[in-house]
T-cell receptor, first 114, second 112 residues
Framework: DSGVTQTPKHLITATGQRVTLRCSPRSGDLSVYWYQQSLDQGLQFLIQYYNGEERAKGNILERFSAQQFPDLHSELNLSSLELGDSALYFC?????????????FGPGTRLTVL | EDKVVQSPLSLVVHEGDTVTLNCSYEVTNFRSLLWYKQEKKAPTFLFMLTSSGIEKKSGRLSSILDKKELFSILNITATQTGDSAVYLCAVEAPGGSYIPTFGRGTSLIVHP
């Protein structure tokens, strides 16, 4: 158990809908990273927040947005969902504004878009 | 565009065998390379390598980096069924902020 929690565990929804994925980092960690993992794309970095502010952006679609709240939990919002958005979404946390040693990954949220 | 390529894609061995997983990369301003093990769910950290030629070891696992030839290997000796997982390699290349690039992974299956 990494200490990072993600909810929900599974999510099934229809195309065109909007969903929110939630992540609570390890106690004391200020950075939260979001990743998308699909069979054809592998693990892709989406976005990083550090202490409430956006720090780095990867291959994140405009239909996706994220934020980190004062209590350091983070939410990833996915809107106008398409079939291709079906994937495993991971959140990871670390104490630093950049990776010094390792990131701690949560168990992931499996999103299925029908 | 930064690129990380892992080989082989998939590997099936018997318990007790030794395996070598490869990770080659093309990134500008390389800073570090990380190995992760992903079983059913979340990736877990194995090693971080920054210097060429220095082997990192943890039990039966070891890894080494060659910055001149731009690759790293992960060795697992005396494999066990519990080593069955996808092994991911990621490269960090700073550019104002950290954006990790992951390889597609090597799937290792160890049969008893």
């Amino acid at each position: 158990d990494s200490g990072v929690t993600q909810t929900p565990k599974h999510l099934i929804t229809a195309t065109g809908q909007r969903v929110t994925l939630r992540c609570s980092p390890r106690s004391g960690d200020l950075s939260v990273y979001w990743y998308q993992q699909s069979l054809d794309q592998g693990l892709q970095f989406l976005i990083q927040y550090y202490n409430g502010e956006e720090r780095a952006k990867g291959n994140i679609l405009e239909r996706f947005s994220a934020q980190q709240f004062p209590d350091l939990h983070s939410e990833l919002n996915l809107s106008s969902l398409e079939l291709g958005d079906s994937a495993l979404y991971f959140c990871a946390s670390s104490p630093w504004d950049r990776v010094r040693n390792e990131q701690f990954f949560g168990p992931g949220t499996r999103l299925t878009v029908l | 565009e930064d690129k990380v390529v892992q080989s082989p894609l998939s590997l099936v061995v018997h318990e007790g065998d030794t395996v070598t997983l490869n990770c080659s990369y093309e990134v500008t301003n390389f800073r570090s390379l990380l190995w992760y093990k992903q079983e059913k769910k979340a990736p877990t950290f194995l090693f971080m390598l920054t210097s060429s030629g220095i082997e990192k070891k943890s039990g039966r696992l070891s890894s080494i980096l060659d910055k001149k030839e731009l690759f790293s290997i992960l060795n697992i000796t005396a494999t066990q069924t519990g080593d069955s997982a996808v092994y991911l390699c990621a490269v960090e290349a700073p550019g104002g902020s950290y954006i990790p690039t992951f390889g597609r992974g090597t799937s290792l299956i160890v049969h008893p």
